[in-house]
């Protein structure tokens, strides 16, 4: 049974940080691209950043330079690391990975509340 578990979220002021986890089990983990999206209020789940199982990595424009996706494969974990927060960015944080045959996984999300 996949799982992704999410953490790290939280209320921060503008111009703060923030990392987000996310655990991953029942996958082969080191071949899996993994992806952050997140969703506000009355708005669409977006993508935010890909990293591809050897590292590569894409960025949404929005938060080119300011974020920064990472993994620990012995740990199974992807990272998002968050500086220089906007209001903008407030929303909940998914998780998310697909399988071979098509299937998208996802965890149950993180809120990430960014005051001004």
């Known amino acids: 049974q996949v799982q992704l578990v999410e953490s790290g979220g939280g209320l921060v002021q503008a111009g703060g940080s923030l990392r987000l986890s996310c655990v991953c089990s029942?996958?082969?983990?080191?071949?899996?691209?993994m992806n952050w999206y997140r969703q506000a209020p009355g708005k669409q789940r977006e993508l935010v950043a890909t990293?591809?199982?050897?590292?590569?990595?894409n960025y949404a424009d929005s938060v080119k330079n300011r974020f920064t996706i990472s993994r620990a494969n012995a740990q199974k974990t992807v990272y998002l690391q968050m500086n220089s927060l906007k209001p903008e960015d407030t929303g909940n944080y998914y998780c998310?990975?697909?399988?071979?045959?098509?299937?998208?996984?996802w965890g149950q999300g993180t809120q990430v509340t960014v005051s001004s």
């Open positions: 998310n990975t697909r399988n071979s045959g098509g299937t998208d996984y």
């Open positions: 029942g996958i082969f983990f080191n071949i899996v691209t």
């Open positions: 990293i591809t199982r050897v590292g590569g990595t």
